[in-house]
């Protein structure tokens, strides 16, 4: 079955940086659209972003220009770079790939 198995996720101060991977297997990962989204305590999981086979990304407004979703197909590996974080960016971040799987997320605590 497919794998997606996060990494990269701890805890780091405002300002700081973060950069989370995704490892996927069992899976055409060239033609999958890849996708971080993340969960709050309380709140529901959103999207945070996405990039196409192509290469095409998308962001949620709250991270725009902070955050960048890049992939390596010769390693299966979507990667989210963070910077600029803050506290509210404080939630366990998931990958998804092809708008159906899901991985089980690493943790990101942003402390003030």
């Known amino acids: 079955q497919v794998q997606l198995v996060e990494s990269g996720g701890g805890l780091v101060q405002a300002g700081g940086s973060l950069r989370l991977s995704c490892a996927a297997s069992?899976?055409?990962?060239?033609?999958?659209?890849m996708g971080w989204y993340r969960q709050a305590p309380g709140k529901q999981r959103e999207l945070v972003a996405t990039?196409?086979?192509?290469?095409?990304?998308n962001y949620a407004d709250s991270v725009k220009g902070r955050f960048t979703i890049s992939r390596d197909n010769a390693k299966n590996t979507v990667y989210l770079q963070m910077n600029s974080l803050k506290p509210e960016d404080t939630a366990v971040y998931y990958c998804?790939?092809?708008?159906?799987?899901w991985g089980k997320g690493t943790l990101v605590t942003v402390s003030s």
């Open positions: 990039i196409t086979s192509a290469s095409t990304t």
């Open positions: 998804r790939a092809s708008l159906a799987y």
């Open positions: 069992n899976i055409i990962f060239s033609i999958a659209t």
